[in-house]
């Protein structure tokens, strides 16, 4: 069983409209990340989370928003979607933060924005 | 900030071969990992090596720390093996990845 569920799978949007990605963890790790991965870039770190608490910021647009209500859920709202945002995101935990902790990966979630 | 360079870009084999990639960072990393990613699929955690070598399987993984780099060797490569291998690097509250290695092995 998948212990990093992520929803949806696949999602298409329209230009202009918003979207929550969700994200939980069952592996009770105190770290969640968010990356995304499109076919003109390789997987781009966006944010990092420990404790619920925001740990970096690599997303320079504010549309993108990561919401955490409990230590194992960091959801991901983007607002104002545009084609270019079209991608694969990758929820992804840790036990800790820095040396020593493996990242594990969620399935993630296609998003195509038409 | 952060960087993380993988070399070759593509890679092709024939069953039975040894592959060799390799990986370069910018700054001392704290964690340095391997992933598997198969098309379109999520990814899989291979070998977590900070420094020195590490084995698994038909895997061994060497990092030096203070050049900065490390190699993922792979024996006796088999058809399952293609996809693409991501080398990440942790430093402070983030994990850079490279653009990976793609690798095709063929029958």
């Known amino acids: 069983d998948p212990k990093i569920i992520q929803k949806p799978k696949y999602l298409v949007a329209v230009t202009g409209s918003e979207k929550i990605l969700i994200c939980e963890q069952y592996?009770?790790?105190?770290?969640m990340y968010w990356y995304r991965q499109s076919a003109k870039k390789p997987l781009e770190f966006m944010f990092s989370?420990?404790?619920?608490?925001?740990?970096d910021n690599q997303t320079a647009s504010s549309r993108f928003q990561p919401q955490s209500s409990k230590k194992n859920h960091l959801d991901l709202q983007i607002t104002a979607l545009k084609p270019d945002d079209s991608a694969t995101y990758f929820c992804?935990?840790?036990?800790?933060?820095?040396?020593?902790?493996?990242?594990?990966f969620g399935e993630g979630s296609r998003l195509i924005v038409v | 900030g952060q960087q993380v360079q993988q070399s070759p870009a593509s890679l092709v084999l024939q069953e039975g071969e040894n592959a060799e990639l390799q990986c370069n960072f910018s700054?001392?990393?704290?964690?340095l990992q391997w992933f598997y990613q198969s098309p379109g699929g999520s990814l899989v955690s291979l070998l977590s090596?900070?420094?020195g070598t590490k084995h698994t399987g038909r895997l061994t993984s060497t990092t030096v720390t203070k050049e900065r780099r490390s190699s993922l060797h792979i024996s006796s490569s088999q058809t399952t093996d293609s996809g693409t291998y991501l080398c990440?690097?942790?430093?402070?509250?983030?994990?850079?990845f490279g653009s990976g290695t793609r690798l095709l092995v063929s029958p």
């Open positions: 992804a935990s840790s036990q800790g933060q820095g040396a020593g902790n493996t990242l594990y």
């Open positions: 592996l009770g790790h105190n770290a």
């Open positions: 989370y420990s404790y619920q608490k925001l740990m």
């Open positions: 700054s001392t990393a704290t964690q």
């Open positions: 090596n900070p420094s």
């Open positions: 990440a690097s942790t430093g402070g509250y983030k994990v850079v």
